[in-house]
């Protein structure tokens, strides 16, 4: 992590010139997922049922290394960490809030649609996030007020990234490969003529912010760290990430930390919520 150290000592006081010390963290991350990923791959199961693997144990010890020595008075919330209560929680103006593999069932069956989702979240809303994909060195970023950007492995100079407008022909739409539901097949089923993509992780989110996906519904389980990096790249690209009543998502508003059903719309002006049953 030497990347990571000589970016510290160059920090300034405003969260968006921490950007390149998170990015140098969120690599070191993803370096240490890609350990594990090409060799064998031992999976374990939580209380709640759902995979963990080495990977992301070893991720997340990383995050939670690199951003506490970035501003040691911030806190980390992790998937992998342990559990918080709300009291504890609901006094955090500004914390960084981090899914070290995002994907972990696109990890363990080697497709390479799986992320590193790192987010600064202050009062309530995410205002940096960085979603990297370890398998192809593709990163997505952005800072509030800055816009969003796509930086490829090979790419020095990242390129700015804006979401699209419908335009009423054909709805291209992302769709979750691991964990489809009915509700969202009925959901598609009243949408005008779509091309459904199926992918992993917060790539389908990016896409949105990248203008190659027009919306994606999900109306499914997922956790705030599941969406927040990705929400505010998103957001800076010109799009949307709301729940079913067309709502910002908020973060850290409550006792549980599972998410509404929501949208991530290219088009802001769009209300998809009247093509639910």
């Not at 590193?116 to 009062?123: K, Y």
């Not at 007020?145 to 054909?170: K, L, Y």
Request: net charge negative.
């Amino acid at each position: 992590m030497n990347n990571v150290h000589a970016s510290l000592s160059n920090r300034t006081g405003s969260p968006c010139d921490w950007l390149p010390a998170v990015l140098d963290i969120t690599r070191a991350a993803a370096d240490q997922i890609l350990a594990v990923y090409n060799g064998d791959i031992a999976v374990h199961h939580k209380e709640d049922a759902s995979p963990v693997t080495a990977a992301d144990m070893a991720a997340h010890n990383v995050l939670v290394e690199g951003l506490s020595l970035l501003n040691p008075h911030l806190p980390v919330l992790s998937e992998e960490s342990k559990h918080i209560p709300f009291e504890e929680r609901s006094r955090w103006r500004r914390y960084w809030l981090v899914d070290p593999l995002d994907g972990t069932q696109e990890f363990i069956n080697r497709n390479g649609q799986f992320t590193v989702n790192v987010a600064l979240i202050e009062n309530h809303e995410p205002i940096m996030g960085v979603v990297l994909v370890p398998t192809t060195g593709v990163c997505y970023y952005a800072c509030r007020g800055e816009g969003a950007f796509r930086q490829t492995a090979s790419n020095v100079v990242p390129d700015p990234i804006h979401s699209r407008p419908f335009r009423g022909d054909c709805l291209v739409v992302a769709g979750s490969r691991s964990h489809g539901t009915e509700a969202l097949q009925r959901f598609l089923d009243n949408l005008p003529t779509c091309e459904v993509v199926s992918l992993g992780s917060a790539l389908k989110s990016c896409l949105v912010a990248e203008g190659k996906v027009d919306l994606y519904p999900r109306l499914g389980p997922t956790s705030e760290w599941d969406t927040a990096a990705a929400q505010c790249v998103v957001e800076e690209a010109g799009g949307a990430v709301t729940n079913l009543r067309m709502e910002r998502l908020r973060y850290n508003t409550k006792r549980s930390l599972l998410n509404p059903h929501f949208f991530v719309s290219g088009d802001p002006r769009r209300d998809w919520s009247r093509f639910l049953l």
